[in-house]
């Protein structure tokens, strides 16, 4: 019979669910660890050589004392082995052994400490955060990066109101040459400006990275998106004011890959065929067009035709990465500048080089053609899986229907903007390039759907999408 009762039959109210101190914890450490790889120079004019480094070594030894016990205790899920990035892990342990042959022992040594540095944290980052904590994480950085560039333009040009250089140094009398200084103080003038980065060009590639991390934030619906668009706006200002070739030269490679996205997202699975060769001569006859006109694009950016030294500088370095073509000289990313090898080897006003400003030379020089042969093969696993991460809907069932995220174009963006600085600069093969080169290649095999499975857990603390999440 039935019985009444003035008890409702719904659950006790209870205190919503919080996200873990401990997880909480993971998350600040993260986003410490990438601020002192993406600002390194920032840290390295700071501290010096021998501060950056310990830096280095006691971040290390915290991101293995977190990873370790969470992947033997199987946290969040268990250790997905079979989804590393096993190119770039078997470049990193060639670079390892190339200590036996090297020409340069010591600074062999202590550049893959510096590696093997940067892959624990990019693993630790894969390992513990979702994509979403990921995108917010690099938020965080990057509108760090941003904020301190800005304050310390503003004090050397408003305040100090003389160049600065590195470790706060006292500017010696008599003419300096300006590469050695942290910020120049151009904040106001038509100079370029350095950032807390102390380089121009690398000031632009936080700009950039921080626009499309900023952007795909935006589209994900994140709340106080009106703060996102003041750090665009900074963004976009510094990027201007730093005035990198390179740099803008991305920013077009990055509409097109993003347009191209877009578009096959948006056609039906018999035109993608078509489209393929559609974007397929495109890419051709841009290429052409940009060899048949390198002359006018390069004055239109402001270098000359020998790419500002670049043509002799990759002369130099092919000299010497020939004499050992199979297996290389020996690792070193970056140069160590005080090692007899590099020390006055190609100089660059009065400074030594300590890259070769272009990936692939560079990696035909440390590791010769096989060390070529492991970093193609990772990057353009990274690039395929990029692509089709992108422009594939997300799928687990016989539901076609599911929504696209806005994050799933983040890894194509930054691999995009890589790819292109790899072709006049060294910087995809170490630090916050390395980085990202394992991290991305690393989560996206674990996790190729963002919001799904054990480790896609949705953040109960946080300013996620307020749209509907993918179950």
Same mark, same amino acid.
């Given at each position: 019979?039935?019985?009444?009762?003035?008890?409702?039959?719904?659950?006790?109210?209870?205190?919503?669910?919080?996200?873990?101190?401990?997880?909480? %914890?993971?998350?600040?450490?993260?986003?410490?660890?990438?601020?002192?790889?993406?600002?390194?120079?920032?840290?390295?004019?700071?501290?010096?050589?021998?501060?950056?480094?310990?830096?280095?070594?006691?971040?290390?030894?915290?991101?293995?004392?977190?990873?370790?016990?969470?992947?033997?205790?199987?946290?969040?899920?268990? !250790?997905?082995?079979? =989804?590393?990035?096993?190119?770039?892990?078997?470049?990193?342990?060639?670079?390892?052994?190339?200590?036996?042959?090297?020409? $340069?022992?010591?600074?062999?040594?202590?550049?893959?400490?510096?590696?093997?540095?940067?892959?624990?944290?990019?693993?630790?980052?894969?390992?513990?955060?979702?994509?979403?904590?990921?995108?917010?994480?690099?938020?965080?950085?990057?509108?760090?990066?941003?904020?301190?560039?800005?304050?310390?333009?503003?004090?050397?040009?408003?305040?100090?109101?003389?160049?600065?250089?590195?470790?706060?140094?006292?500017?010696?009398?008599?003419?300096?040459?300006?590469?050695?200084?942290?910020?120049?103080?151009?904040?106001?003038?038509?100079? =370029?400006?350095?950032?807390?980065?102390?380089?121009?060009? *690398?000031?632009?590639?936080?700009?950039?990275?921080?626009?499309?991390?900023?952007?795909?934030?935006?589209?994900?619906?994140?709340?106080? =998106?009106?703060?996102?668009?003041?750090?665009?706006?900074?963004?976009?200002?510094?990027?201007?004011?730093?005035?990198?070739?390179?740099?803008? %030269?991305?920013?077009?490679?990055?509409?097109?890959?993003?347009?191209?996205?877009?578009?096959?997202?948006?056609?039906?699975?018999?035109? =993608?065929?078509?489209?393929?060769?559609?974007?397929?001569?495109?890419?051709?006859?841009?290429?052409?067009?940009?060899?048949?006109?390198?002359?006018?694009?390069?004055?239109?950016?402001?270098?000359?035709?020998?790419?500002?030294?670049?043509?002799?500088?990759?002369?130099?370095? $092919?000299?010497?990465?020939?004499?050992?073509?199979?297996?290389?000289?020996?690792?070193?990313?970056?140069?160590?500048?005080?090692?007899?090898? !590099?020390?006055?080897?190609?100089?660059?006003?009065?400074?030594?080089?300590?890259?070769?400003?272009?990936?692939?030379?560079?990696?035909?020089?440390?590791?010769?053609?096989?060390?070529?042969?492991?970093?193609?093969?990772?990057?353009?696993?990274? *690039?395929?899986?990029?692509?089709?991460?992108?422009?594939?809907?997300?799928?687990?069932?016989?539901?076609?229907?599911?929504?696209?995220?806005?994050?799933?174009?983040?890894?194509?963006?930054?691999?995009?903007?890589?790819?292109?600085?790899?072709?006049?600069?060294?910087?995809?093969?170490?630090?916050?390039? $390395?980085?990202?080169?394992?991290?991305?290649? !690393?989560?996206?095999?674990?996790?190729?759907?963002?919001?799904?499975?054990?480790?896609?857990?949705?953040?109960?603390?946080?300013?996620?999408?307020?749209?509907?999440?993918?179950?």
């Amino acid at each position: 019979m039935a019985v009444y009762t003035k008890h409702p039959v719904a659950a006790l109210p209870a205190a919503p669910p919080r996200e873990t101190t401990a997880h909480l %914890l993971v998350r600040a450490y993260s986003v410490l660890a990438l601020f002192c790889i993406f600002a390194h120079t920032a840290v390295y004019n700071l501290l010096g050589p021998l501060g950056s480094g310990i830096l280095l070594v006691v971040l290390t030894v915290g991101a293995l004392a977190i990873w370790v016990p969470a992947v033997v205790a199987g946290r969040p899920t268990r !250790f997905p082995w079979r =989804r590393l990035p096993w190119a770039a892990l078997g470049y990193g342990a060639l670079a390892l052994v190339s200590t036996l042959w090297s020409r $340069w022992p010591a600074a062999t040594l202590l550049t893959w400490t510096l590696l093997a540095g940067i892959t624990v944290t990019a693993l630790l980052v894969a390992t513990m955060l979702t994509w979403q904590e990921i995108a917010r994480a690099l938020s965080t950085v990057l509108k760090t990066i941003l904020g301190l560039s800005l304050a310390i333009e503003l004090w050397v040009a408003l305040v100090l109101r003389h160049p600065l250089l590195p470790n706060f140094a006292e500017v010696p009398e008599g003419k300096i040459d300006p590469h050695l200084y942290w910020v120049r103080g151009n904040l106001f003038d038509d100079g =370029r400006i350095q950032g807390v980065v102390g380089n121009a060009h *690398t000031l632009a590639m936080m700009c950039l990275f921080a626009l499309i991390v900023f952007g795909v934030l935006y589209a994900t619906q994140v709340r106080r =998106r009106s703060m996102l668009i003041f750090w665009a706006v900074l963004a976009a200002v510094l990027l201007v004011k730093a005035a990198s070739a390179t740099v803008y %030269l991305s920013i077009g490679v990055v509409a097109a890959v993003l347009a191209a996205a877009l578009i096959m997202r948006a056609a039906s699975p018999r035109r =993608r065929g078509r489209l393929y060769l559609v974007f397929l001569a495109v890419a051709v006859g841009g290429v052409a067009s940009a060899v048949l006109l390198r002359d006018t694009i390069l004055s239109l950016l402001g270098k000359g035709s020998d790419l500002t030294g670049r043509l002799e500088i990759w002369q130099a370095v $092919w000299d010497r990465a020939i004499t050992r073509p199979v297996f290389g000289n020996g690792f070193s990313s970056p140069w160590v500048p005080w090692d007899p090898a !590099f020390d006055g080897w190609i100089l660059n006003h009065g400074l030594s080089v300590f890259h070769a400003h272009d990936m692939w030379l560079d990696v035909f020089l440390q590791l010769g053609a096989v060390g070529v042969v492991l970093m193609a093969v990772a990057w353009l696993a990274l *690039t395929w899986r990029a692509w089709f991460f992108a422009v594939d809907r997300p799928r687990w069932d016989l539901d076609a229907a599911r929504p696209y995220s806005p994050l799933s174009l983040l890894p194509l963006l930054l691999v995009a903007v890589l790819l292109v600085e790899g072709l006049a600069e060294s910087a995809p093969i170490m630090l916050w390039g $390395w980085l990202l080169l394992i991290l991305l290649s !690393f989560k996206m095999k674990a996790v190729p759907l963002i919001g799904v499975g054990v480790g896609e857990r949705t953040p109960v603390i946080s300013h996620g999408p307020q749209s509907r999440q993918v179950p």
